[in-house]
Every structure is written in structure tokens, then in C-alpha cells.
């Protein structure tokens, strides 16, 4: 099979994009979309053109490193799957596909199809610490957890971080994001001595990042690679109010008037 | 950081204003329409009940204000929100792709718009009279013998016109439109909505906004089709007041 790639070009953030179209040599239907952009860039170099950047890292869906907005939906026409895990079968011979980086003003582009993702490691550093004991291992089951718990706190920990719900949203919003980060720790036993700093910062790192705001329409969690739920916005929804409420009545140690 | 604060310079904060002001908006259109609907009943009711209102006095004007902040800051938040949401997406992609949601949802500016001219043309109408002066004329004497407005009479009239009728059907249209997306986004935004049970949620909201727009559309087709009327000589008579006085030469 061949396809036609409309592929947005761009030197550095600097400069002015646009798009170009490139054919395809002679593709598998079994390579995925990454290679398929890889054999292109072999032939650009070898016609001595700027190969297309792209990021891309463990090409198994885990790493969350692989971007592109394919056609308009982020990491392709399949559902709970990244780009890097779509395959050339899902389109059909001939096809123009658009690509486009994630178009999100936090996320500068740094060159073609690579954007900066820094503004989510800001808000996980925001997030701060889980306080553990340390010394001696602690024995195993000494806390106890429901299954049920447990299984939500891991559904939110799916979370690649790779930054689709934002390129999803019409409002460029990272309250999937958040949301998952926020209770993967809060809904656990392990991480309530930090919770409601936790959101507080979580939040305020993510509005100081200029991101969108949520309008409830829930593109975010229909295009997200891991299938999280938009329950964890409405849960960070839900942290975020007790958390202010609290900070807003509850009497202070003395050493936090110093 | 304290309630306020959190309320006004956050993301989420905003949003729980938009939700907290909604609410109460919601809460005051479903007592507007079932105050309407004493229309079906003898004109009495309706006029009495009217009566009732106005009768409220600084009360009835603190339920105004009240309404009017919350109209205020559900615009005002809006129009912050909207801002914010364009600035971080500067760039828009060439392919647009949409999943999953509703057009109610991605129309809310507009429907929302539409339902604020509908709102200030509404309050002319009937509060301040300013469209239709006549309506300052039409009387009706309570069985206690108080002589108070004809709410009645004024609503038989306004809605006898096709264009006003048409205006107010396309207008609550939109509103239980934005209502439809609305309902449900507040129980997200304060974090009351899950899985378990949004699909609920949904129907409700659904549902809601269609019994909204059946309730009020049935007042101007009543009207249209005769089935609520009045007797032409209470509309005569009033017209010939407003012409008597139009006659008089001033001064």
C-alpha cells in the first residue's frame, strides 16, 4: 500500500510552520504509523531533505512518549491506543493523511512534530512527596487496602503522561492529566499526610502552566491511549473543594505563622 | 489560600461559580415556569399571585440583586473561561475531529448569547413595560376588590403576536438546549458526577430540559390557538385608553 502524508514542518519554535505533502514508497500494512514515518524520513535523507521530527521512545504504548495528532485525533483513529501501536492496516491504500503536532500553548513546538511536554513535569513535581517509612522493609499487607481501591488507584496510575487529553480538548486543558496524577495518590491509604497540598499545588502548577479550562465534554478521556476516566476529574473536582475548604478554616501549627 | 480566592483566580474555581450560579438559575426558571403556568387557571390566580410578588417589597428587590449577581457572575466567569481557553490553544489544528461531545456543549456561547438578549428583551416586555407602554393600562380587580395588574391580559396579549411567540419559542428552545449540557456539567464541576451513575445523570438532564420546553412552549401555542383567552372587550378597552390618552392634548 501507499498513502499521501500531509505533515506539518516546522524548523524550531522560532519560526513559521506549514505543511508539506510527501508520498509514501511501497508500505507493509503491518508497520506501524511510526515506522511508516520512518522508511519516508529514509528516503527524505537520502533525497538530502530534513528528515521529520518525531518523538518516539519504547514503541509498545508504555512510555508515553509518542505524540502526533493523526486526521485531527490524537494517536490515530483508534481507540485506547498510541500512535506508536497504530498500524498502517487501519488505513486504506491511496489515503492523505493529516499529521499534526499537539497544538497547545503550553506545549511549545521545539521543532516539525516535537512538542515540550515540560509543563507536566512541573505539575508532578508540584505534587511533592508521599511520606514513607524508611529503615527496614515494612512488611507486606501491614496496611490494608481495599481491592476496590486499589484497582481505582491503578487505573489512575495507567496515566503515560503523554499529553493527548490536552491535545484533545478544545480548550487545551490538562484536568485528565491532573485529575489522574492527583488520585493516584489521594484515593491510597499511603498518600492522605499530603493530600490536600498535594491538589492545591497540583492545580496551581497547572493553571500557572496556562492550560485550559474543563468544559465537561470529555474528548480528553475518548482519546486517552490508557482509557482513563474522566471520574478523576471529577474527583480532583471534588479534592480540590474539600482541600480549600479545609485550608480555609483549619487552625495552623505555630511554626506556620513564623 | 482561602474560599474566595480559590473561587475566583483558579480554574476549578471558576468553573464552581459557573456550576453555584447555575444552579440557582436553574432553581428560578423551573419557579418562573411554574408561576407561568397559572395562565391555565382562572386569571384571578395568576394576577393574585402576581400581586403576591410585587407585594414583597425589599425582599422581592434582594431576590433581584441576588439573581442579577448570579446572571453577573455566570457571564462574567464565562467570558474569563473563554478568554483563558483561547489563549491556550492559540494555534487551531487543520483536521478537526470531534468524539464525543454533545453539540449542546460545544454551542453553550452561543446558546447562552442568545438567551441573554432573550432575557433583557423579556424584562422589557413585561418588568419595565418599555416595549409595550399599554400594558401599564391593563387592570384587574381582585376579589378582594384590590385593583392590580393583569399579568394575565398582558400575557394573552403578548403572545398573540406571531413574532413575539415565534422569538420566545426559539429563545427557551435554546435555553433548554444550553440547560441540557448545563445540568449535567455542574454536578463534574463540583465533583458530584461519576461513572456509576452518569448515564442517569444524563436521562435526567435530558428529560429536564425537554419537560422545561414542553412547559413553556405550551403558554404561546395556548395563546396562538385560542385555548387561553380573554374576552375582546378587555382588549378593546384598554386599546381605547391608550388612544383616549394619546387624544388628550398634554399640557
Given amino acids: 500500500m501507499k498513502v499521501k502524508i500531509k505533515v506539518w514542518r516546522q524548523k524550531n519554535q522560532e519560526s513559521k510552520g506549514g505543511f508539506k505533502v510527501y508520498d509514501s514508497p511501497e508500505l507493509n500494512s503491518n508497520m506501524s504509523f511510526l515506522e511508516m514515518l520512518d522508511v519516508i524520513n529514509e528516503d527524505l535523507t537520502d533525497q538530502g531533505e530534513e528528515p521529520i521530527a518525531f518523538d518516539h521512545d519504547c514503541r509498545e504504548g508504555i512510555c508515553g512518549t509518542c505524540s502526533l495528532v493523526i486526521d485531527g485525533k490524537p494517536h490515530g483513529p483508534h481507540q485506547g491506543v498510541a500512535t506508536c501501536q497504530t498500524y498502517m492496516r487501519s488505513f486504506e491504500d491511496g489515503d492523505i493523511i493529516t499529521v499534526e503536532p499537539f497544538r497547545a500553548d503550553p506545549f511549545p513546538i521545539i521543532k516539525d512534530l516535537v512538542v515540550n511536554r515540560k509543563p507536566f513535569d512541573k505539575i508532578i513535581q508540584a505534587g511533592g512527596f508521599v511520606t514513607v517509612r524508611t529503615g527496614s522493609a515494612p512488611d507486606a499487607n501491614a496496611i490494608p487496602i481495599s481491592k476496590e481501591v486499589a484497582d481505582t488507584a491503578m487505573d489512575a496510575a495507567a496515566c503515560i503522561g503523554c499529553g493527548a487529553c490536552v491535545a484533545a480538548c478544545k480548550n487545551a486543558s490538562a484536568m485528565l492529566f491532573v485529575g489522574a496524577k492527583v488520585s493516584q495518590l489521594n484515593g491510597l491509604p499511603q498518600g492522605q499526610a499530603e493530600k490536600d497540598n498535594r491538589v492545591l499545588n497540583m492545580v496551581a502548577a497547572m493553571d500557572e502552566a496556562g492550560f485550559g479550562n474543563c468544559t465537561n465534554q470529555y474528548e480528553c478521556s475518548a482519546v486517552c491511549p490508557k482509557l482513563i476516566t474522566h471520574d478523576f476529574i471529577s474527583q480532583l473536582n471534588r479534592d480540590f473543594v474539600a482541600a480549600t475548604v479545609r485550608k480555609s478554616f483549619k487552625s495552623k501549627p505555630s511554626t506556620a505563622k513564623l | ?251
Fill in chain 2, 1 to 251: 489560600m482561602n474560599i474566595v480566592t480559590a473561587l475566583l483566580k483558579t480554574s476549578i474555581g471558576k468553573k464552581i461559580i459557573m456550576a453555584l450560579t447555575g444552579a440557582v438559575l436553574i432553581g428560578f426558571i423551573i419557579g418562573h415556569l411554574v408561576g407561568n403556568l397559572q395562565i391555565f387557571s382562572d386569571p384571578e390566580k395568576i394576577n393574585a399571585y402576581a400581586h403576591f410578588l410585587q407585594g414583597l417589597g425589599p425582599a422581592l428587590w434582594l431576590i433581584r440583586l441576588f439573581l442579577l449577581l448570579c446572571v453577573g457572575l455566570h457571564i462574567w466567569m464565562a467570558v474569563l473561561l473563554w478568554c483563558e481557553n483561547k489563549k491556550a490553544r492559540s494555534q487551531s489544528y487543520t483536521a478537526s475531529h470531534t468524539i464525543q461531545a454533545s453539540y449542546a456543549s460545544r454551542t453553550m456561547k452561543y446558546s447562552g448569547f442568545i438567551v441573554l438578549a432573550f432575557i433583557l428583551y423579556h424584562l422589557a416586555h413585561f418588568t419595565v413595560k418599555a416595549t409595550n407602554p399599554e400594558y401599564n393600562e391593563m387592570m384587574w380587580t381582585l376579589a378582594d376588590g384590590t385593583v392590580v395588574p393583569d399579568v394575565h391580559l398582558m400575557m394573552v396579549a403578548g403572545f398573540s403576536s406571531l413574532t413575539v411567540s415565534l422569538f420566545y419559542l426559539i429563545s427557551v428552545g435554546l435555553l433548554s438546549f444550553h440547560l441540557s449540557h448545563g445540568f449535567q456539567s455542574m454536578f463534574q464541576s463540583v465533583g458530584l458526577r461519576t461513572e456509576t451513575w452518569g448515564r442517569a445523570l444524563k436521562v435526567i438532564s435530558i428529560v429536564l430540559s425537554l419537560a422545561y420546553f414542553a412547559g413553556n412552549a405550551v403558554i404561546p401555542l395556548s395563546v396562538l390557538t385560542g385555548k387561553v383567552s380573554r374576552p375582546d372587550s378587555s382588549i378593546e378597552a384598554v386599546a381605547e385608553s391608550v388612544s383616549s390618552h394619546l387624544n388628550t392634548p398634554s399640557g
